[in-house]
């Protein structure tokens, strides 16, 4: 039986931004009929591609499963923005009561609901009764394969 692991963040750092981190883009690759063609070779720095306000930017490490069908698995690292405005369908870290969770936001009249994106998963429920923030949103996910 897989073991069901609640999904949370650990090891949150700020991230570093004064050196360049410069890779090859080698442009369009397809994943489906085959393309024609040479690759392009631009240089580009991923800071700037993933890096949209360095001062309010921290990276992570998700421990769990409960957001694997958003394809965040355990182990994968995240980039987290403090500073956001807040959506539904987001993917935030919050904490609630005594502890930090990732999960997707789902804002009702009433309370707020934190969904998993694992069917294993209940939502949980927050209320005002509950002592809750949103510490920050992921916005990008590094996987290794």
């Known amino acids: 039986m897989k073991k069901k692991l609640e999904t949370s963040v650990i090891n949150i750092q700020k ?5 360049e981190i410069k890779l090859t883009d080698v442009g369009q ?5 085959f393309m024609t063609g040479d690759f392009t070779f631009e240089r580009i720095d991923l800071n700037k591609e993933l890096i949209r306000h ?3 930017t921290f990276i992570g490490t998700i421990r ?5 069908n958003l394809g ?5 690292r995240v980039l987290i923005e403090k500073g956001f405005d807040v959506y539904n369908g987001k993917v935030y870290i919050y904490y ?3 502890g930090y969770t990732a999960k997707i936001l789902k804002k009702d009249k009433d ?3 934190l969904l998993a994106a694992n069917d294993e998963y209940q939502p949980i429920k927050v209320t005002e009764e509950n002592k809750f923030f949103i510490w920050g949103r992921i ?6 394969f």
């Open 72 to 76: 965040i698995f355990d182990k994968d």
């Open 15 to 19: 991230v570093e931004t004064t050196q």
């Open 111 to 113: 309370c707020i609901w």
């Open 139 to 144: 916005i990008h996910t590094i996987h290794t």
């Open 29 to 33: 690759v397809s994943a489906g009929a």
């Open 54 to 56: 360095p001062e309010r």
């Open 96 to 98: 609630v009561d005594e």
């Open 64 to 68: 769990g499963n409960s957001l694997q």
